[in-house]
């Protein structure tokens, strides 16, 4: 390069480098690679800490879930660190606090997530107990029994703890049905206890293989040495025995109904209000999105401002999206203390209704675009989060176009595209669900003036009648 | 050709290379005291487009005039014979190779040294860090009324988090006003004299920003996360409001309201809470510690306008607060803003110190809470340290070993092998006073708690008398290692790190002794500390379990 040629490079530089409004983020260039049995490996070098993160994701998930059988997917996952290859549970557990790491797996609906942070010196360690976990887990008697009656009984602890998580899986379970999205991800009580030894090796056998693992690893290690190591260790692994499942869209709620669930003894009536919505893949996301943190995704929106700051009927109102690969839920999440539960669930419909008519005006919707962009690079900030967010794209298929033209969809939505969204995705006042958790004994006859109710009790072992 | 060889004759390319190097050198200029000031948005623009325009005035008047010995003149009108081109040529030449070497020389000065800047007058440098093993690149500021100011700029994303920390919480209440400081944290986003309630919170969505704040028994810290260009907009939102604040009356009585349902879900709907509120108020007899940070249902409903505002002034002055910023920010940018919008507002009388120092425990203390439970729980809590006693790191070290990760020893005995709990877990307070460590357990449908108790008990036993192994040391440290980076990994992580530090160490540096401290720190430390708090003297044992049904078997 000559000198004018540097000079001019120089001052491109020095101008990319001043203040410019919030533009989205740009994914960094991955080293992406596909092995002969379809295990798809991505990893990105990133060195400003000693650490490395791995996200391994095995599409599948809840909504494979053997009927009866909610929270097989859940079970297993757990299982993966009671044991694999050489190491028994104890031994496996050792190896990882040993040299402070952290290795968990979960269960989501549509893939189970096993998540990793080591320091970088132990990125050996940590590729071994990863493939050990995936091809060798001992799935072994006592640990299954102990574990699965530590769900259980995990459940129980959490009906006695915070209602607030609770409503959205009652929610769900009540919304879908039988539908494969009805399922709770995490089981239930009745239906953890229904799970065997034979049953999770069977599972095991069926969804879990090559064909649909996706591993990605960031942090700082080395790509070359690193891709050699993961080539080796998955080439051989077989495929998965069965294929997943296939099932129709779930079809929205007509009318409303009711699900009243009785906490003895709560001061307060925790509610839940929603119908089906729509896919990760729904076109206008950016204007959902915008719809979304204007209506209840930010603490400035109109259900927390009405409710809480105006109102101050609660301390927290949500609209909540759940966006899998079909049509998902939407629904409005929020509490108020007994004696004003009508009070804040008609206002809440009010807002809906309201949400419909007005929408939102110009400098609303600029308000919006300037919160989600200006939230959005600090998503994506570590190495952790970069590897699970290039292991999410390709577990839906999607590419680095989703995250990096998204700034550019949510400069260009406006009134009318964020108005036509509203219409299309938020439910009608007609066809709702309703979820209210609270103390079934002074809230019961109220409650019918929004639809036949169904009552159950919270200690009942499922989620939905 | 001929007008390529005139072109050239008449040194307009040299002219061009010259034009060049000189605006690159004038835009680097306006960059570098772009990140140290701030200037308004427009200025690079600005500088760009006039330079541009420059640009074929400059070409023009090399084509045109010629320099001559007996001044300007028109090309045209000078002898061949006459011209001196040539020599101008050299002597533009020249100035391009100087420039050149200069602009080179600055671009890799600053590169090499990042603490050389452009020092413009009126903003001060701030200080660097004391110690060697903290990042160079860190500043920090104390201002004339007292807040000190420190600035940690990391560019890998376009974001800035401002961490504003308040010496304050329930450790400042006493009864009647208990919770105050938590309702605090609420009316500070609640308007100011200028502006409506809510307004802070919108203004700072519009720029992109977003907000969140927390109390402790400690302190009230306030966080804001938000893209660079909302830099000026978040001192200006928080400057006003911890200057200006207003308590208007109904929004007071609204906010009560919100503040008791944040109550109800997070306290009384909740068993852990439930038992926890209750051993920390039977852990103490003395020390305000012994005050839910949320406050009693009844100061909740009565607290006065007047307590409020005495409360502002005494705690919410300058010198009785720290801000730290991390991200996407020069030092320099932050203490001129700081200057700006936090330097007029006046220091205060410092608050009266707490002076009640919690008296030793004579035996243990029981209680029982009864509730709808499915699942009992065990809290056990012991007196320990404070964030600056050398005895909480151990103590950090031990708890570790004894309920940190599946292998921990806890873990294995009661939850693996002997199916007693369902979860185990610790945690220690390190706050100004010496705190509790407390012991965290959820037992199975129709579990004994009292067998719990003294399985825990005799756990604790047997790392006072026979110490932890230098395998589960190991493992201990590299935990608390592995802790520290994973902290570091974000901005908003840094600001955390740096404000507990500043504020409960006095010193924002002893942050990076972390890792040597974690090294030094022996198995005999940790035996000792073990021998010293895990006495049953020393113990608040709670309960929570349903209510036991009279005349039932």
């Known amino acids: ?465 | 050709m001929a007008l390529f060889a005139e072109l050239r004759r008449r040194n307009v390319f040299k002219v061009a290379l010259l034009y060049a190097v000189t605006s690159w050198l004038i835009i680097w200029f306006v960059g570098a005291i772009h990140a140290t000031t701030t200037l308004p948005a427009w200025t690079d623009t600005f500088v760009l487009f006039v330079l541009a325009i420059g640009f074929p005035l400059a070409l023009l008047f090399a084509w045109t005039y010629e320099i001559t010995p007996s001044g300007l003149k028109k090309a045209i009108d000078v002898e061949q014979t006459q011209s001196i081109v040539y020599k101008t040529g050299q002597k533009l030449n020249a100035a391009v190779a100087v420039l050149l070497v200069l602009g080179v020389l600055a671009v890799f000065g600053q590169r090499l040294l990042p603490t050389f800047e452009f020092i413009l007058p009126g903003i001060p440098e701030g200080d660097a860090p004391l110690s060697e093993k903290a990042p160079a690149d860190i500043r920090s500021l104390m201002l004339d009324n007292g807040l000190k100011i420190i600035v940690w700029p990391d560019h890998d994303i376009p974001n800035v988090v401002m961490y504003n920390f308040v010496r304050a919480g329930g450790r400042n209440e006493y009864p009647g006003i208990t919770g105050l400081s938590h309702f605090f944290e609420h009316m500070m986003f609640l308007g100011t004299k200028k502006r409506a309630p809510g307004e802070f919170d919108r203004i700072m969505a519009a720029a992109g920003g977003a907000n969140n704040a927390s109390t402790s028994s400690d302190v009230t810290v306030y966080k804001d996360w938000f893209p660079r260009s909302a830099l000026e907009t978040v001192f200006e939102l928080e400057a006003d409001r911890f200057e200006n604040l207003a308590t208007v009356p109904e929004t007071v009585e609204s906010e009560r309201q919100v503040v008791y349902s944040e109550r109800r879900s997070s306290i009384d709907n909740d068993n852990f809470w439930k038992l926890a509120e209750q051993v920390q108020a039977t852990a103490y007899v003395a020390h305000p510690y012994q005050f839910t940070v949320l406050g009693w249902p009844s100061d909740i409903e009565s607290w006065t306008q007047e307590d409020l505002i005495s409360y502002y002034q005494t705690y919410y002055a300058p010198n009785n607060r720290t801000i730290v910023v991390t991200g996407d920010v020069t030092s320099r940018e932050v203490f001129s803003l700081a200057d700006e919008y936090f330097a007029s507002i006046s220091a205060q009388e410092p608050p009266p110190p707490i002076h009640t120092v919690e008296p030793e425990q004579q035996g243990e203390r029981r209680l029982v809470v009864e509730a709808p439970a499915q699942t009992p729980l065990l809290q056990m809590a012991f007196h320990a340290g404070s964030a600056t006693d050398p005895e909480t790191l151990p103590m950090s070290l031990l708890l570790n070993i004894l309920t940190g990760g599946d292998s921990s020893r806890l873990h294995r005995i009661l939850i693996e092998d002997d199916g007693l709990a369902i979860s185990v877990g610790s945690f220690q307070d390190e706050g100004f006073d010496p705190g509790l460590a407390y012991f965290y357990l959820t037992l199975p449908p129709g579990g004994d708690p009292a067998v719990v108790e003294r399985r825990v008990l005799e756990e604790l036993r047997r790392v006072a008398v026979d110490g932890v192994t230098e395998a589960e040391l190991t493992k201990s440290r590299n935990i608390m290692l592995a802790d520290f980076w994973r902290g570091l990994a974000t901005i908003d992580g840094k600001a955390k790190a740096l404000g507990q530090y500043e504020v409960f160490h006095d010193n924002y540096e002893s942050l990076f002794d972390l890792p040597d401290a974690i090294e030094a720190t022996t198995a005999e430390d940790l035996q000792q500390v073990a021998a010293k708090v895990f006495r049953t003297n020393n113990m608040t044992v709670g309960v929570l379990r349903a209510p036991v049904v009279e005349g039932a078997q």
């Open chain 1, 1 to 465: 390069m000559n000198p004018l040629q540097s000079a001019w490079v120089g001052l491109c530089a020095c101008l990319a480098a001043g203040p410019a409004l919030a533009q989205g983020v740009t994914l960094p260039d991955v080293q992406r690679i596909t092995l002969d049995n379809g295990v798809v490996i991505i990893l990105y070098e990133k060195r400003d800490v000693p650490l490395i993160g791995v996200e391994a994701v095995v599409r599948g998930g809840a909504v494979t879930d053997p009927p009866g059988k909610s929270g097989m997917a859940s079970l297993l996952a757990g299982m993966l660190i009671k044991g694999a290859g050489e190491r028994d549970a104890a031994t496996f557990a050792e190896a990882i606090d040993a040299v402070g790491g952290s290795l968990s797996a979960n269960a989501g609906l549509e893939s189970t997530t096993i998540s990793g942070e080591f320091l970088a010196r132990d990125a050996d360690l940590m590729v071994e107990l990863l493939v050990d976990m995936l091809q060798s887990p001992i799935l072994g008697y006592t640990e299954m029994k102990k574990l699965r009656d530590r769900q259980v009984n995990f459940i129980r602890a959490a009906k006695d703890s915070d209602p607030r998580p609770l409503t959205p899986v009652y929610g769900n379970a009540f919304l879908f049905g039988e539908h494969p999205y009805g399922n709770p991800v995490d089981g239930d009580e009745a239906s953890l206890a229904t799970i065997s030894q034979r049953d999770l090796r069977a599972y095991y056998r069926d969804y879990f293989g090559a064909d649909r693992l996706i591993i990605a690893i960031a942090g700082d290690f080395d790509a070359t040495m690193m891709v050699e190591k993961l080539s080796t260790a998955f080439a051989g692994w077989r495929e998965a025995a069965a294929p997943l499942p296939e099932f129709e869209a779930p079809v929205p709620q007509e009318g409303r109904r009711v699900l009243l669930v009785d906490k003895p003894g709560a001061t307060q009536s925790y509610f839940w209000i929603g119908n089906v919505g729509v896919a990760i893949g729904y076109p206008q996301r950016a204007e959902l999105d915008i719809a979304n943190t204007l209506f209840g995704g930010r603490f400035t929106s109109l259900l927390m401002e009405e409710l809480r700051t105006k109102a101050g009927l609660t301390y927290g109102a949500r609209s909540i999206l759940r966006r899998p690969s079909k049509a998902g839920s939407v629904a409005i999440n929020s509490y108020t203390k007994t004696e004003t539960t009508l009070e804040a669930i008609d206002l809440a419909l009010h807002l809906l209704a309201r949400l419909h008519e007005h929408g939102f005006d110009e400098e609303v919707i600029l308000s919006g675009k300037n919160y989600i962009l200006g939230q959005f690079p600090p998503r994506l900030e570590t190495a952790a989060q970069l590897a699970a967010k290039f292991a999410d794209l390709e577990a839906y298929g999607l590419d680095a176009s989703f995250v990096n033209d998204y700034g550019a969809a949510i400069a260009t939505a406006d009134i009318e595209t964020v108005r036509s969204v509203i219409d299309n995705v938020y439910p009608d006042l007609a066809n709702l669900v309703f979820v209210i958790l609270g103390n079934a004994g002074l809230i019961r006859d109220d409650v019918a003036q929004y639809g036949p109710v169904t009552e159950i009790a919270i200690t009942e072992p499922r989620f939905r009648p």
